[in-house]
């Protein structure tokens, strides 16, 4: 920062606390150990994901239970040098993140990526992704970053004009924060082949009822827009191009619908699927379950056997009530029919390989480096002396010998919507909402001296009780911005607001000189960096252009 420090003590002002609540995050009460609030946006009603909607979270556990995202809390200790974001529960949900954890740790190649829909300026908003997209990159990630273009013109319906001049705008702000070119990858969608090749594979594997189902498309979706989430979906897979590894996908909770498909096609490009299995024959995974219990709880003597026997499950299952197997009739119904057909084989617990989409080749290559001993089926493998991790790691490297891309499945990191600067979430289309990038440095500071707080009506109230520092954007700007990587600083604003010896005058015109001195500094290095952009190895200007 330049100038005076606005982080030094601050003078107490005379003057009316304000506002309406807009959730936001804490900084907690143990030295720099951060809280974690629970709210998102204000005026959200439930739980909505929609990528190209208004989507709002007014509860963030909700995502945790409805769509699996986990919570980042439960990794947080494993993160090597953690950003602040990270620490202060910005960054709030997961997706098998600890794949790129261990990478990180033990200098393996990962990577990570995220993309930009150039539909107008860069705000304080995306600066949440192009820190995660760097700090990735610091950490020895590989770093890839997109201009979405095709799904900017295909959903958004912005000319290519547009579409040049913020695509510029986001670029020159991502490199000004410290993205390094010469160590990353930047793109065009429209202008790379190899994510257009992937993404017509992909799309070999997706169909409209799919997408009906997650997206809402009907009858009067074009077709430009399906073949955008294709595209997407390359994209979040394009790093795993030159040899599979853990990947990591930057977004907010909006954008979750993007992750989970993509997981899914990763899986479907998959050469083979490894399972466990006890039999020949193929059980779901209620039915597996149901099995090993009961191979576990046997044993083959009280049958006079050496061997415990599909019949000898199936007759205990048949004796046994319902109630007590946690199982639906039909499912019960379709083990005992697999099981009695099995007969006397033999139930053993072995990894099987499943042929989804090998090449003949590529079964004969499995078949032949899977040590041990093993029975060959028609459409399945089964090996009795590896384990389900060195399984996993033979099939991946049998596919990608044999032509296959052996992708693992992205993981993915949430961040927090940041709540607009007059309440609710942020919006580029609310210009009082928010601050861009390219804001004046003067008007940066006048936005945030007119933001919506979180205080008491009067400075009395205030004093006496305290104002509510989670429910105030000004104090999430310090959280997600102003306070940059000094945990103190923001304790130290949070303390003195919910201890009411901060006020609210005091507190917006020191975050609002704070803004100004952010912005003109940003500014400075994004005119800096203006030569380093046109270096860069990514087309400026479309050729679609007309």
């Not at 992909?202 to 997650?214: D, K, M, P, R, T």
């Not at 997981?263 to 059980?283: C, T």
């Not at 954007?473 to 901060?502: I, N, Q, T």
């Amino acid at each position: 920062m330049t100038g005076d420090d606005p982080r030094e003590e601050p003078r107490k002002f005379e003057d009316e606390a304000s506002g309406t609540a807009a959730d936001a995050v804490a900084v907690g009460d143990e030295g720099a150990t951060p809280l974690r609030a629970d709210g998102g946006a204000a005026g959200a009603d439930d739980v909505a994901l929609d990528p190209w909607g208004s989507s709002t979270v007014s509860d963030y556990r909700k995502l945790f239970d409805e769509f699996g995202i986990e919570e980042f809390d439960d990794v947080l200790d494993e993160v090597p040098h953690p950003h602040y974001l990270m620490r202060r529960g910005v960054i709030f949900g997961q997706r098998d993140y600890r794949s790129v954890i261990r990478a990180l740790q033990n200098d393996e190649p990962a990577a990570v990526l995220s993309g930009f829909m150039p539909t107008g300026d860069p705000h304080i908003g995306h600066k949440l992704v192009f820190d995660e997209i760097i700090w990735h990159q610091q950490q020895g990630a590989e770093a890839h970053a997109l201009i979405a273009d095709l799904e900017a013109n295909a959903a958004r319906g912005l000319s290519w004009e547009e579409i040049d001049e913020h695509a510029r705008s986001y670029l020159l702000s991502l490199l000004a924060l410290g993205f390094d070119p010469e160590d990353g990858d930047l793109y065009r969608q429209s202008e790379n082949r190899e994510v257009q090749d992937l993404a017509f594979d992909l799309g070999a594997e997706a169909n409209f009822s799919e997408f009906q189902a997650i997206y809402g498309f009907d009858g009067e979706t074009d077709v430009s827009h399906m073949q955008s989430v294709v595209t997407q979906m390359a994209d979040i897979l394009y790093p795993q191009l030159d040899e599979p590894k853990p990947t990591v996908i930057p977004v907010g909770p909006d954008q979750d619908p993007h992750v989970r498909l993509a997981r899914d096609l990763a899986e479907r490009m998959r050469f083979f699927k490894v399972s466990k299995a006890y039999a020949s024959f193929e059980l779901e995974a209620d039915e597996r379950e149901l099995v090993a219990e009961f191979y576990e709880r046997l044993d083959p003597a009280e049958f006079d056997d050496e061997q415990l026997r599909c019949v000898h499950v199936a007759e205990t299952l048949e004796e046994t009530p319902l109630a007590e197997l946690g199982v639906g009739a039909s499912t019960l119904e379709s083990v005992l029919t697999k099981l009695n057909e099995g007969g006397m084989e033999p139930l053993r617990p072995r990894t099987r390989f499943s042929d989804r989409r090998a090449t003949e080749d590529a079964f004969d290559a499995l078949i032949d480096a899977v040590e041990g001993e093993k029975r060959v089926y028609e459409n399945h493998v089964d090996a009795f002396e590896i384990d389900r991790a060195e399984a996993e790691e033979l099939a991946r490297e049998i596919e990608v010998e044999n032509g296959g891309y052996g992708f693992q499945p992205p993981s993915s990191i949430y961040h927090r919507f940041m709540t607009g600067l007059t309440g609710g979430k942020m919006s580029s289309s609310i210009p009082a909402s928010h601050i861009s990038l390219l804001d004046d440095p003067e008007d940066g500071y006048d936005k945030v001296k007119s933001a919506t707080t979180g205080g008491r009506e009067t400075a009395e109230e205030q004093r006496e009780k305290g104002g509510k520092a989670d429910e105030c954007p000004v104090y999430e700007l310090y959280a997600y911005l102003l306070a940059g990587d000094d945990d103190e600083f923001a304790k130290r604003v949070y303390d003195e607001c919910v201890g009411g010896e901060r006020l609210c005058g005091d507190c917006k015109e020191q975050a609002a000189q704070l803004m100004k001195e952010f912005l003109e500094e940003h500014q400075q290095k994004r005119a800096e960096v203006e030569e380093l952009l046109e270096e860069a190895d990514i087309e400026l200007e479309s050729p679609r252009r007309r």
